[in-house]
Nanobody, 120 residues
Framework: QVHLVESGGGLVQPGGSLKLSCEVSGSIFSIGAMGWYRQVSGKQRELVATVTRGGNTNYAHSVRGRFTVSRDDVKDTVYLQMNSLKPEDTAVYYC??????????????WGQGTQVTVSS
């Protein structure tokens, strides 16, 4: 079994910062790409940022220059540093990872989601 556990969400004022963390745990043989998605109620889940094993990153246009995705392969953790937050960043943020568990094929896993609210 593989689990993704997120932390770091909350309420922040416009212009503020938050850092999300997501730890992958379980019977892990290897982790591939990791990243973050977000979803507003009634809308489709959208990509925020991803980072490959080699460290290549990809960002949604709306967050480029404000958000930074990174990973720690010793801790099996992916981070999302969010700066200059705007009300339109309000959403549930989901962690995502490609994981090969021992004795299994590569599969995609999701965290449970963490709420980020940007409001004055």
């Amino acid at each position: 079994q593989v689990h993704l556990v997120e932390s770091g969400g909350g309420l922040v004022q416009p212009g503020g910062s938050l850092k999300l963390s997501c730890e992958v745990s379980g019977s892990i043989f290897s982790i591939g790409a990791m990243g973050w998605y977000r979803q507003v109620s009634g809308k489709q889940r959208e990509l925020v940022a991803t980072v490959t094993r080699g460290g290549n990153t990809n960002y949604a246009h709306s967050v480029r220059g404000r958000f930074t995705v990174s990973r720690d392969d010793v801790k099996d953790t992916v981070y999302l540093q969010m700066n200059s937050l705007k009300p339109e960043d309000t959403a549930v943020y989901y962690c995502n990872a490609e994981v090969q568990a021992y004795g299994s094929r590569w599969s995609e896993y999701w965290g449970q989601g963490t709420q980020v609210t940007v409001s004055s």
